[in-house]
């Protein structure tokens, strides 16, 4: 017999808001249940940073409806306890060390005593910075510095944790840490909005996505779920030219339904049989004169996905 979903910590219903003739939520509604990572994406301009300051009771949306722990965060104390925040640029004093950064930001949250040790020990324990606790912030990487900010914003153990770009300007090591931390807050029961354009790290943690564009949730849902409706059976098929083709070859490039990489040189497109379409494609470009560095054959990314959604258009 399943368990229950449990209710939602946070949701937001058909919320709505405008700053004067400039749209930035056009009805967006999804919810975020405890132990549940959602990772909210989206370009610029689509209108994350106005929800998270409705979710962070920052801001009254015009119309509509956010609920945190049952309450109105833009009204309701209670209900924006219930929130840890951890925004994209650092809230911490570099003068200080770890310890003292935790003990102040704890104190701050009202936290006395016994009651202010514990915390700061398990928030040191699950960020897993407990070995840099008498470090000076301003000396630790970027990536230890992440994670003592993610510290900073767990000590009055939340309910709910928003992190804005928590990866941002750190290296892969620091990546995956900052990912283990999540994880572990996760199988505590935290709920986690994370938003991020880190789509690799979206896809390895998130339990589910909801793409923002133009105010409006474009798609939502488990990411293995919404690559399969959006791609089925195809395989990304990535070429490394050696040279830049000329107008003609171009042409025929988009006639073949590929469009240009993000880098250099590099042309991509969709096939279902995608080892087969890339010997192909090997086999006429070198007849046509065009050297291929390398095919590269994967399966769709959210990567693949977010351009579907940015660009409005459908897989076939």
């Not at 990536?143 to 300007?169: C, M, Y």
């Not at 949730?217 to 030219?241: H, K, R, T, W, Y």
């Not at 095919?295 to 351009?307: E, N, Y």
Request: charged share 25%.
């Amino acid at each position: 017999m399943s368990r229950p979903e449990p209710e939602p910590i946070l949701t937001v219903a058909n919320a709505q808001h405008a700053y004067g003739a400039q749209v930035a939520l056009r009805g967006v509604t999804l919810s975020v249940r405890p132990g549940e990572i959602y990772a909210l994406l989206g370009p610029n301009g689509a209108g994350k940073t106005t929800l998270i300051r409705g979710v962070c009771g920052r801001l009254k949306p015009d119309a509509g409806e956010v609920r945190l722990a049952g309450g109105d965060p833009f009204r309701d104390a209670t209900a924006r306890a219930a929130l840890g925040l951890v925004p994209q640029s650092l809230a911490l004093y570099g003068h200080m060390t770890v310890a003292e950064n935790l003990d102040v930001f704890g104190r701050l949250c009202g936290l006395r005593g016994e009651a202010l040790a514990g915390a700061v020990a398990r928030a040191m324990d699950v960020c897993r910075i407990s070995e840099r606790a008498d470090q000076l912030v301003r000396r630790l990487s970027g990536g230890f510095q992440r994670r003592v900010n993610i510290a900073a914003a767990v000590l009055h153990a939340p309910r709910l944790l928003v992190l804005d770009e928590p990866t941002v300007g750190v290296d892969l090591p620091a990546r995956e840490a900052i990912g283990g931390v999540l994880r572990a807050l996760r199988a505590e029961g935290v709920a986690i909005l994370l938003v991020t354009h880190d789509l690799d790290q979206a896809g390895d943690l998130a339990d589910r996505v909801g793409f923002l564009r133009d105010g409006v949730l474009a798609c939502e849902g488990e990411p293995a779920a919404l690559l399969a409706q959006a791609f089925g059976d195809q395989m990304e098929v990535e070429l490394d030219l050696a040279a830049e083709p000329d107008a003609d070859q171009e042409a025929w490039f988009v006639g073949q339904g590929m469009f240009r990489g993000s880098a250099p040189g590099t042309w991509v497109g969709l096939a279902v049989d995608g080892y087969g379409a890339a010997r192909r494609l090997d086999e006429r470009l070198r007849k046509g004169g065009l050297a291929v560095r390398e095919i590269r054959v994967r399966r769709p990314t959210l990567q693949d996905l977010f351009t579907l959604v940015a660009d409005d258009r459908r897989a076939a």
